[in-house]
């Protein structure tokens, strides 16, 4: 079984049941309890009662005046919160009983399933497996294996168990036992740290559990989350964002929990209560930036840094949505945000900074107030490509001259021209939600030489240079050099995009017509498309573009 680390919860006192926090050997004591538990049940589903009554000590308590709370001390185990509920019912009901009151978690034949709780999977498979080896040899030795069974579980039972007192540094003997395992989330070597510092403190652990803790024991927490090619379960992350959001600082994922320890020294709080209360406050808004829904500005913000890949920017978030400022300047600063990294994206600028640049900000309003004039002032110092703000000549220029397709990931790409599209419609155009299947179309074709002839009507060889003169290889150049512009870029459907393909003009102007894009109409509506068309189009998707990401200056403010 391996060794247990226990602590008393408090000093020994006469006439009451003795209790003990388990620092490391939860997880192997709750399996081992369930397992017990199932076979109990199947004992008494098989009338083998004596099996049954042998393994009832095992998982209660015996009554008596020592208990002077029988709904908590009557279990030997007394799980977290999130579990506890459950593991009673494990415990108290038979299998008629579970699929009465789970009756979601099993199928009509009364098989579970793949979806229900993972601590009711644990139970019935290790009841059906008991049951299929204890009925195998036939009803004459039922209760023989039965037996057997029971014996092999606990007959050579082997625990190593270590009992600390106050003066034990439980953290750190449980690090040591853990350091050449699989390492556990460092959420888990905080979740101890706290409960061993509160019961130091004489705080009340079991309500911090259920009124802080809780929270925190959601399957949400425990799913995994990917950051690059960092893969952990989301509440490590949540911690790193949380962390950073507090301190101003960066938290390597390696160095969490010595992190938090270093927080939670140098913030003194004056107990667990309030240092768990900080960590929660931050919880909801992590929750709304990997899962948004509805239309407020924080989840439009989360929808965007998710498709930027900006998580980096979450401890920013952090701060702004904790803050006492007003709802429109959260708007502000959240569109800001968005601002800085889509125009660095058009402008072909780096986010390799992000995380320094958006802790920068956090420090800037941790000393002078959550406002657009703090994000402002961050920026204010910092003009080198890597960090800079892109004005909006910058935006203009990038938007005319570079390409865009190939260079921008084509998912984000997308993004940009929806919100373009977005941007172009008036009160006037129908309200229509733009299709999940729309894909980037050139309009000018990547290979155009077959259907788009040059100004003097010739057509251009294959390698664009063989019996050019030196005009039409100027023209040539030029095309090729916008043809991967914003200005030649629209979306359709992915039905009717392929076949559009290297077609003329006139082919794509009747497909564009029908559209409901008003971006396709305004390119429907001219007699031809040339560089010239190219390049006003982009215009006009600049000046767009300046009205919906703004750029920063001293007049930032929520309008």
């Known amino acids: 079984m391996g060794a247990l680390l226990v602590i008393?919860?408090?000093?020994?006192?006469?006439?009451?049941?003795?209790?003990?926090?388990?620092?490391?050997?939860?997880?192997?004591?709750?399996?081992?309890?369930?397992?017990?538990?199932?076979?109990?049940?199947?004992?008494?589903?098989?009338?083998?009662d004596q099996v049954a009554d042998l393994l009832d000590p095992l998982l209660l308590n015996t009554e008596g005046p020592q208990m002077q709370d029988r709904r908590i001390e009557r279990?030997?185990?007394?799980?977290?919160?999130?579990?506890?509920?459950?593991?009673?019912?494990?415990?108290?009901?038979?299998?008629?009983?579970?699929?009465?009151?789970?009756?979601?978690?099993?199928?009509?034949?009364?098989?579970?399933?793949?979806?229900?709780?993972?601590?009711?999977?644990?139970?019935?498979?290790?009841?059906?497996e008991a049951e299929s080896f204890v009925n195998?040899?036939?009803?004459?030795?039922?209760?023989?294996?039965?037996?057997?069974?029971?014996?092999?579980?606990?007959?050579?039972?082997?625990?190593?168990?270590?009992?600390l007192d106050e003066r034990d540094d439980a953290q750190v003997i449980f690090e040591t036992l853990n350091s050449s395992g699989e390492p556990l989330a460092a959420m888990d070597l905080?979740?101890?740290?706290?409960?061993?510092?509160?019961?130091?403190?004489?705080?009340?652990?079991?309500?911090?559990?259920?009124?802080?803790?809780s929270a925190f024991e959601e399957p949400f927490w425990k799913e995994p989350g990917t950051r690059g090619r960092i893969k952990k379960p989301r509440i490590d992350f949540f911690l790193s964002d949380t962390l950073a959001a507090e301190t101003g600082s960066e938290i390597l994922l390696t160095e969490l929990y010595a992190g938090y320890k270093s927080f939670v020294t140098k913030r003194k709080?004056?107990?667990?209560?309030?240092?768990?209360?900080?960590?929660?406050?931050?919880?909801?808004?992590?929750?709304?930036?990997?899962?948004?829904?509805?239309?407020?500005?924080?989840?439009?913000?989360?929808?965007?840094?998710?498709?930027?890949?900006?998580?980096?920017?979450?401890?920013?978030v952090f701060v702004i949505e904790a803050s006492n400022t007003s709802e429109e300047e959260k708007a502000a600063l959240y569109?800001?945000?968005?601002?800085?990294?889509?125009?660095r994206t058009l402008c072909g600028l780096t986010g390799k900074n992000y995380n320094k640049v958006f802790l920068r900000i956090v420090s800037q309003m941790q000393a002078h107030g959550v406002s657009c004039a703090s994000l402002v002032a961050a920026f204010s110092a910092s003009d080198g490509d890597a960090v800079r703000f892109p004005n909006d000549v910058e935006l203009r220029k990038q938007i005319l001259e570079r390409r865009q397709y190939g260079n921008v990931q084509q998912q984000r790409l997308r993004h940009i021209l929806c919100e373009l599209e977005r941007a172009a419609r008036d009160r006037?155009?129908?309200?229509?939600?733009?299709?999940?299947?729309l894909t980037i179309e050139h309009v000018l074709p990547d290979s155009w030489m077959e259907h788009w002839p040059l100004p003097d009507n010739t057509s251009a060889p294959t390698d664009l240079r063989t019996g050019m003169t030196e005009v039409q290889l100027t023209i040539i150049a030029t095309r090729e050099a916008l043809k991967h512009t914003l200005g030649n870029l629209t979306l359709l459907t992915d039905a009717r995009n392929p076949s559009l393909g290297n077609l003329n003009f006139d082919t794509k102007r009747d497909a564009l017509h029908g559209s409901l894009l008003k971006l396709n109409h305004e390119i429907a509506d001219l007699p031809c498309w040339t560089e010239d068309s190219i390049r006003v189009r982009a215009g006009r998707l600049a000046d767009l573009a300046i009205k919906i990401w703004p750029q920063i200056s001293a007049d930032s403010r929520p309008t």
Do not use: C
Request: charged letters at 25%; a negative charge; proline letters at 4%.
């Open 8 to 48: 008393p919860r408090g000093a020994y006192s006469f006439g009451r049941m003795e209790v003990l926090d388990v620092v490391d050997g939860q997880q192997r004591l709750m399996t081992f309890e369930i397992l017990l538990a199932a076979l109990r049940e199947l004992a008494r589903a098989l009338g083998q």
């Open 75 to 128: 279990y030997k185990l007394h799980p977290t919160a999130y579990d506890r509920s459950l593991y009673r019912d494990l415990v108290d009901l038979d299998l008629d009983g579970l699929r009465t009151k789970y009756p979601n978690a099993f199928y009509k034949n009364g098989s579970i399933k793949e979806e229900a709780l993972l601590p009711l999977r644990a139970w019935a498979f290790l009841r059906t």
């Open 136 to 163: 195998s040899a036939g009803t004459e030795k039922v209760a023989q294996r039965l037996n057997a069974l029971s014996a092999a579980v606990l007959e050579d039972f082997r625990v190593i168990v270590i009992t």
């Open 190 to 213: 905080v979740r101890n740290d706290v409960f061993h510092r509160a019961t130091r403190g004489g705080e009340d652990v079991e309500a911090l559990m259920e009124r802080r803790w």
């Open 269 to 316: 709080f004056a107990s667990v209560d309030a240092e768990l209360e900080t960590l929660l406050r931050h919880a909801p808004t992590y929750r709304k930036l990997v899962q948004p829904n509805g239309d407020g500005a924080l989840s439009n913000l989360a929808r965007q840094l998710t498709v930027f890949d900006v998580s980096t920017a979450y401890p920013l």
């Open 335 to 343: 569109d800001l945000i968005v601002s800085y990294v889509v125009r």
């Open 428 to 437: 006037f155009d129908e309200a229509t939600t733009l299709p999940d299947d």
